[in-house]
């Protein structure tokens, strides 16, 4: 092995040499030196697979970054693919990393441009669907090489199918399966080169998790989220009729990777089919004649792989066993995978939208119309629709009731909107009719009702369990009613719901599932179906292949979700009352918190305060954004709905959230019980949602209620030792002269007894026991001393004698002498007072 990395470093060219690069640890050393072709072939015993792979693995350690993908683009050059074959599989696991999650790979996830230059544009370069990766599997393709892939690691349904022996629906798995002999372990997948990685590639999104300190990473910076939408352009173009031209090496013509061809037919809607692609060729005079015809499988395999892997996590089975509350979750997305499938839908639209307008309805279909046009029209519906809407329905059921929902919800969003990725968008932006839903789009409305209809009252039942007070929440909430209300949508909805509902008159029941089963991912390189022209079979079949034959189906538009549409609509009301009431005490708060609050004059307690949100972290431009959402919200979902302003006031009164005629709120919805009010389910709510409050304030032992921020704590603690020490020496002559009738009795039961305590309304019963069973006799109370307010107000009064030339001493007596005469006259009102209720 030393004499072959020798003799290898002296056949490297110079021009390979390179000055060693700096490269981050998180980026994994892939070392790769050059053999020529010429040295290859001077020494025959060089070329077993295994001494190069060898070789690769024992440099992966000594290699710059730069320095070892120039040296790949050599091997890829000159070696031949006999050789290319046995490295294939270790190289994508080292771009990729391990299935298993434990090698990291190239970490394409967290490599930014902006963070690391150098690596992020060699590997972008060296990835890129016309670079050198993608030559070495097209050369390996040209070869029909096939490479090992385990079942195991492919998504929960096609795992469970296949480990049963069933095969799944989508033709991506279809004479592919290899099951082990008897007493065998593991099955395995037999995938071509462009397949093997693909499935890496897509699966690398799932199986790799961040590393720590990533987690702030911008998903559409990196290289990842890039080369997706790079293969997407490149794979599923949106101009032209054929993919890319394939760019030949300066050694020579780069060999054309062969088109898939399926030892079996297909099954496509329930119905055997004869190879589109096949059908296609034997049309065409020369088979030069349309390059599509031998490309298409690259775009067709593409699609069904990040669909696979990215979505196909739920099958309907399993979304019926979710629906219990007892049911665990078997795959959790995350944020970032949530972004990369909202790329792709927008792609999907802008892909499927670029069809020619001749183009668009099937019965235009001709053979002269290139395959790559009619995979356009398949794409979605065939491909994507059913995986999807099972995704979405997972995500809207259990993803956390937090702000990161918004990425799910703009992924909902970008697909219930493909005219936003039509061509003529552009032309019409200046046009005041450009916000019109086109009756071009009814079609897809109706075959996507689920989509909009289910979904929609999913969203309901999220939104009327968040905090709309959140400017985040109020956001979503805001964004779902903003696109449903866009002109013509709702009635196409409703159009929808009307044809589901019609009557079946002539369509057999067990039809239903004809055209439309969950083999709707069934291959392109098969023939289309009869083309269905009946509008209510085509949303009947939708929704039966969606839900089951045996679905409840609850109408959009419908007496139950009106009802839920409007509970949200007096949530969205009690929550601008709420953030403007917020609002409010916030800025009383701050304009006379900062000093008063040192002095004391203000307490700081919080006993009555409104739940914390983030509008107190934001401020007064985040109110004012909410009550913008929630007000144009309110807004949209009057006019899908056509509430009227009545209503809207009718139920705002029923729910309480009107103010007394003293302007303060009312207490929260309670009823009367033996040991006091106990509160309602709804009074609950308000309090939570911080919609109403009880008036809270301390009703324990003054001297031992806990030390608050405008005292000093230390002088505190000395003035109740203090006068703790002075009531249990004095305790009985105190008690004496409290119990005296006359002037000094009073003067003394003024100054030693707290004032009202015994007619204090004490809220807790446990309170108004304790009280009773613990009678508080005469004290001394010293705690006012402690006070910040009173030692400066002492100062105070010092320091405007001393203008006077009034020293301490009979300053001090003047103030002794003018709390007696007020003493003496608070003593007298609250004597007369007394005897004034009696």
Same mark, same amino acid.
């Given at each position: ?32 030196? #050059? ?48 050789? %290319? ?12 990393? #391990? ?70 629906? #989508? ?42 300190? /990533?987690?702030?990473?911008? /998903?559409?910076? &990196? ?137 668009? #309805? ?6 002269? /119309? ?65 916000? &019109? ?319 009202? %305590? ?31 307010? /009173? ?48």
């Amino acid at each position: 092995m030393t004499t072959f990395r020798r003799r290898a470093a002296e056949w490297r060219s110079p021009s390979l040499r390179r000055a060693t690069l700096w490269v981050p640890q998180w980026f994994p050393k892939v070392a790769v030196f #050059s053999v020529p072709q010429e040295a290859a072939m001077a020494f025959p015993h060089l070329q077993q697979p295994s001494f190069l792979l060898a070789s690769l693995k024992a440099d992966s350690v000594n290699k710059p970054f730069a320095q070892r993908c120039q040296d790949l683009v050599k091997v890829i050059e000159d070696f031949p693919a006999k050789e %290319l074959h046995a490295i294939f599989p270790w190289l994508v696991e080292s771009i990729f990393g #391990s299935l298993d999650g434990v090698l990291v790979g190239w970490n394409l996830r967290c490599l930014q441009g902006r963070v690391s230059p150098v690596e992020y544009s060699i590997a972008m370069e060296f990835l890129d669907p016309g670079g050198p990766m993608m030559k070495l599997v097209y050369k390996l393709q040209a070869e029909d090489y096939k490479f090992d892939f385990p079942v195991s690691y492919l998504p929960g349904p096609v795992k469970a199918s296949i480990q049963e022996r069933v095969l799944p629906d #989508s033709p991506l798995y279809h004479n592919k399966v290899q099951f082990p002999p008897t007493g065998g372990l593991g099955l395995n997948l037999a995938l071509n080169p462009f397949e093997y990685y693909m499935f890496f590639f897509a699966l690398s999104l799932i199986t790799q998790k961040p590393l720590p300190g /990533t987690l702030h990473i911008r /998903t559409s910076d &990196c290289a990842y989220f890039i080369l997706v939408d790079r293969y997407l352009s490149w794979f599923l173009p949106t101009e032209g009729s054929v993919l890319p031209a394939l760019s030949s090496s300066p050694g020579g013509p780069n060999p054309s990777p062969a088109p898939r061809t399926p030892t079996m037919p297909f099954a496509s809607y329930g119905l055997h089919h004869t190879s589109l692609l096949k059908r296609h060729i034997s049309h065409q005079t020369s088979v030069n004649a349309d390059p599509a015809s031998h490309e298409i499988w690259r775009s067709e395999t593409l699609l069904q792989v990040f669909v696979e892997m990215w979505l196909h996590h739920y099958s309907l089975e399993m979304y019926q066993k979710m629906q219990s509350p007892h049911a665990k979750e078997s795959f959790t997305p995350t944020e970032e995978h949530v972004l990369v499938v909202r790329l792709l839908l927008k792609h999907l639209h802008a892909f499927s939208n670029s069809l020619k307008p001749e183009q668009v #309805s099937p019965s235009t279909h001709s053979h002269a /119309t290139s395959p790559l046009e009619e995979f356009k029209r398949a794409a979605v519906p065939r491909f994507v629709q059913q995986k999807l809407y099972l995704f979405l329905q997972h995500c809207f059921g259990h993803w956390p009731l937090d702000a990161s929902f918004r990425a799910v919800l703009e992924m909902w969003l970008s697909y219930l909107q493909p005219w936003r990725y039509a061509p003529e968008k552009q032309a019409q932006s200046s046009d005041c009719q450009a916000r &019109c839903v086109s009756e071009r789009w009814a079609p897809f409305v109706q075959e996507n009702l689920l989509m909009y209809t289910k979904l929609f009252v999913g969203f309901l039942s999220r939104a009327l369990r968040t905090d709309l007070v959140s400017p985040k929440n109020a956001l979503m909430v805001f964004r779902v009613a903003k696109v449903f209300a866009q002109p013509n949508l709702a009635e196409m909805i409703q159009k929808g719901e009307q044809l589901f509902l019609e009557p079946e008159l002539v369509i057999p029941h067990r039809q239903h599932r004809l055209f439309t089963a969950p083999t709707f991912t069934g291959s392109f390189l098969s023939s289309w179906p009869p083309a269905v022209t009946d509008a209510s079979f085509k949303v009947k079949s939708h929704v039966y292949s969606l839900e089951g034959q045996d679905c409840k189906y609850t109408p959009m538009f419908g007496p139950e979700v009106r009802t839920l549409v409007l509970r949200l609509a007096q949530l969205i009301t009690q929550a601008k009352q709420t953030a403007k009431s917020i609002s409010d005490q916030c800025g009383e708060s701050t304009a006379g918190r900062p000093f008063l609050s040192w002095l004391g004059f203000c307490s700081t307690d919080t006993n009555g305060s409104y739940a914390a949100n983030d509008l107190d972290e934001m401020g007064q431009d985040s109110v004012r954004k909410t009550d913008e959402y929630l007000e144009k919200a309110l807004e949209y979902l009057c006019q899908m709905f056509r509430l009227s302003e009545a209503q809207l006031t009718q139920l705002t009164l029923a729910l309480g959230t009107t103010q007394d005629e003293n302007g303060k709120k009312q207490l929260p919805d309670c009823v009367v019980g033996e040991d006091g009010l106990i509160l309602t389910p709804l009074g609950r709510y308000q309090i939570i949602n911080g919609l109403r409050r009880f008036d809270i304030e301390y009703q324990g032992d003054s001297e031992l209620q806990p030390i608050r921020s405008y005292e000093i704590a230390s002088l505190v603690r000395v003035l109740f030792r203090l006068s703790s020490a002075i009531n249990r020496r004095f305790a009985g002559p105190m008690a004496a002269l409290c119990s005296r009738a006359d002037f000094l009795g009073s003067f003394c039961r003024y100054h030693l007894t707290e004032p009202g %305590l015994a007619d204090r309304h004490l809220l807790s019963p446990v309170a108004r026991g304790c009280a009773a069973r613990r009678p508080r006799g005469p004290r001394l109370s010293l705690r006012f001393l402690g006070s910040y307010r /009173t030692l400066l107000s002492l100062l105070l009064a010092f320091f405007v004698a001393s203008l006077f030339c009034i020293g301490p001493l009979p300053c001090a007596l003047l103030l002794v002498l003018g709390y007696l005469l007020y003493a003496v006259a608070m003593t007298l009102l609250t004597e007369r007072s007394k005897l004034h209720h009696l």
